[in-house]
């Protein structure tokens, strides 16, 4: 038996893995396709709905929610000559639902801290998924410019 066989022997995703990924798929998109994008308080409305559009075309997206913090780009435009800054998670919340093969999944991106914190705030899977239906605990997984959190079930 070769490594792949067995890895392939013992790795089977459930729908709620499998939804969780695309949703970790849509922010990965949505953050490193947008970090560096010139924004200003008159375009932030703008970029929202770029944003937003863009991130819904990908499959299995349901919904994107994008606020571009106008209030954190001001005090950042404060302290320069420019009349713009680059787009970074400090200037962004967002929520995405996602939809996988009847699966729901519900997340957030915002600043916990100094960092833009992705996470899964809720899974609705179907009942043939029951390892998602226990309680959930919060793992935190940080990088040098964006942190996630990872959900892990704690079995029942």
Not at 51 to 59: G, L, R, T, V, Y
């Amino acid at each position: 038996m070769t490594a792949t066989d067995e890895l392939s022997e013992t790795t089977t995703t459930t729908t709620a893995e499998e939804a969780c990924f695309e949703a970790g798929i849509k922010f990965g998109t949505l953050y490193h396709q947008f970090a560096g994008t010139p924004v200003s308080p008159a375009s932030a409305s703008t970029l929202e709905d770029g944003i937003e559009d863009a991130i819904e075309n990908q499959p299995h997206c349901e919904a994107v929610e994008v606020t571009v913090r106008t209030d954190r780009i001001e005090t950042a435009l404060a302290e320069q000559s420019a009349e713009y800054t680059e787009l970074t998670g400090e200037f962004l919340d967002v929520t995405m639902q996602i939809e996988y093969d009847g699966c729901q999944v519900q997340t957030q991106m915002s600043m916990d801290g100094d960092y833009p914190l992705m996470e899964i705030v809720a899974v609705e899977s179907p009942t043939d998924d029951s390892i998602w239906q226990p309680v959930y605990r919060a793992t935190q997984y940080r990088t040098a410019s964006v942190a996630w959190r990872v959900f892990i079930t704690l079995g029942v």
